[in-house]
């Protein structure tokens, strides 16, 4: 029962490069996000998906690109890294509340990522 | 836009009850939730309360909703060294996304 699975769970950049951030999950969950963590800044959230094909932006898009093609998989890209983008990358998935769940989200164990 | 408010730091004496306060600014919201955060791991839900109650309690947790006034709140009893954490307020906002707090850091006193 893997539940979410966020790889890798350290990367060290430097500023310009690209990467991914790879997240899965096998539950059959709609709803799928990017969290980014940072001292005294709690949780903010950066793109989040309701279905496949159907992606939206969070609270911090910008210098990240998600793409959602299947159920399991939901891909968070930089396409050119900045010191700024240093932080922990949350993944997490959830059913949607409209069909009587209750939203519960199902977190990934983070990625700490660090751009130089 | 949305945005959910928390105090970042409380410190309470083991055996008290620590009482952990939340606003958000999303009227529409159905669900509205309470996150713990241990150290180095990522977030659990601890307990959730939907929109048309005004308080759920779950053995030592007691959530208290007031929607006019859109403040949450968070009541541990009888509180153990094994609560020192992160608590993390959220809400289900507009177009289904889930919007966080910034956390509040519980800190327990022997």
């Known amino acids: 029962n893997a539940g979410v699975t966020q790889t890798p769970k350290f990367q060290v950049l430097k500023t310009g490069q690209s990467m991914t951030l790879q997240c899965a999950q096998d539950m059959n969950h709609e709803y799928m996000s990017w969290y980014r ?3 005294g800044m709690g949780l ?5 998906s309701v279905g496949a094909g159907i992606t939206d932006q969070g609270e911090v898009p910008n210098g990240y690109n998600v793409s959602r093609s299947t159920t399991e998989d939901f891909p968070l890209r930089l396409l050119s890294a900045a010191p700024s983008q240093t932080s922990v990358y949350f993944c997490a998935s ?5 069909r009587g769940y209750d939203g519960e989200l199902f977190f990934g164990e983070g990625s700490r990522l660090t751009v130089l | 836009g949305e945005d959910v408010e928390q105090s970042l730091f409380l410190s309470v004496r083991e055996g008290d009850s620590s009482v952990i306060n939340c606003t958000y600014t999303d009227s529409s919201s159905t669900y509205l ?4 955060q241990e150290p180095g791991a990522g977030l659990q839900l601890l307990t959730y309360i939907f929109s048309n109650m005004d308080m759920k309690q779950d053995q030592r947790l007691t ?3 007031n929607k006019k006034d859109k403040h949450l709140s968070l009541r541990i009893a009888d509180t153990q060294t094994g609560d020192s954490a992160i608590y993390f307020c959220a809400e289900i906002a507009g177009d289904d996304k889930i919007i966080f707090g910034k956390g509040t850091r519980l800190h327990i006193l022997p």
């Open chain 1, 37 to 39: 963590q940072d001292p």
């Open chain 1, 44 to 48: 903010r959230l950066i793109h989040y």
């Open chain 1, 94 to 98: 959830s059913y949607l509340p409209d």
């Open chain 2, 33 to 36: 939730y309470w996150y713990k």
């Open chain 2, 63 to 65: 959530v208290l909703l």
